[in-house]
C-alpha cells in the first residue's frame, strides 16, 4: 500500500472530529479480508462475483464436507481478489452449530509481516 493513500475504516463510521474514519494498512487489509468472506456474490454492482458469501453458509447443517468446500471457496476468492496484497499461508474454516469461524494466516506482501486473524460469525 502507498502511504499517500488514506485508507478508510471498516465498517465505515466518523472519527472523534466527525470526519470519516481511516485506518492503517495492517487493520485496511484485514478489512478487505472481512470484506471479502462477508460478501455475497452478486452484491457489488461492479463486481458481481466478488465474495465468498459465508454469511449464508452459517445456516448450512454442519459437516466434514462443508467445511472443506468451504476452505475451498474462501481459498479462491483470497487468491482471485487479493493475492496482490496477501499471501495466505492457513486457512482454517470450522462450523459448530450456529457459529462459523475462519482462521486465516497470512503474509502482507508489501512489509513481509506475518498475521494471524479470526473471524466469527453466529446467527444467535
Request: include cysteine; charge should be negative; proline fraction near 3%.
Amino acid at each position: 500500500m502507498n502511504n499517500n493513500i488514506i485508507n478508510l475504516d471498516f465498517p465505515l463510521h466518523f472519527n472523534s472530529g466527525g470526519r470519516t474514519a481511516t485506518t492503517d494498512d495492517a487493520d485496511h487489509i484485514r478489512d478487505l479480508i472481512e470484506q471479502l468472506l462477508f460478501t455475497n456474490p452478486g452484491e457489488r454492482v461492479n463486481r458481481p462475483d466478488f465474495g465468498a458469501g459465508l454469511l449464508a453458509m452459517v445456516f448450512a447443517s454442519n459437516s466434514p464436507e462443508l467445511a472443506a468446500a468451504l476452505q475451498y471457496t474462501i481459498q479462491a476468492s483470497l487468491q482471485r481478489w487479493l493475492s496482490d496484497l496477501v499471501e495466505i499461508q492457513l486457512l482454517q474454516v470450522t462450523s459448530v452449530d450456529a457459529t462459523l469461524r475462519i482462521v486465516v494466516q497470512y503474509c502482507v506482501r508489501r512489509t513481509r509481516e506475518q498475521r494471524i486473524t479470526t473471524f466469527e460469525r453466529s446467527i444467535l
